[in-house]
């Protein structure tokens, strides 16, 4: 199994992003799929989640700022990122599981992560 995270890249606040999450090697489909982000020093969070039928979730610190979607047919999951603000600066991780979670440690697939770093 693989998932290639892309998208990240420096931003001023206030701006917008698109992650990517490219899956290999696992029937897409029938995953939930999930984003989470460490910033330095900090433990790894939640930052959302989409099941295989297209339910999702957010972190409280997200809503209404990002919204999270997937492309079955391409194997591939994405994060937009809106009003971003220095506090989300950090790795974005994409992870793909059958289990419907919030902890990062009961997903067993992640991506490389891609670093988002919004200045101020």
């Known amino acids: 199994v693989q998932l290639q995270a892309s998208g990240g890249g420096l931003v001023q606040a206030g701006g917008s992003l698109r992650l990517s999450c490219a899956a290999n090697?696992?029937?897409?489909?029938?995953?939930?799929m999930a984003w989470f982000r460490q910033a330095p020093g900090k433990q790894r969070e939640f930052v959302s989640r989409i099941s295989w039928s297209g339910g999702s979730t957010y972190a409280d610190s997200m809503k209404g700022r990002c919204t999270i979607s997937r492309d079955n047919a391409k194997n591939t999951g994405f994060l937009e990122l809106n009003s971003l603000k220095p506090e989300d600066t950090a790795v974005y991780y994409c992870a793909a599981d059958r289990a419907w979670s919030t902890t990062p440690k009961e997903w067993p697939y992640w991506g490389q992560g891609t670093q988002v770093t919004v200045s101020s």
């Open positions: 090697g696992l029937t897409f489909r029938n995953y939930h």
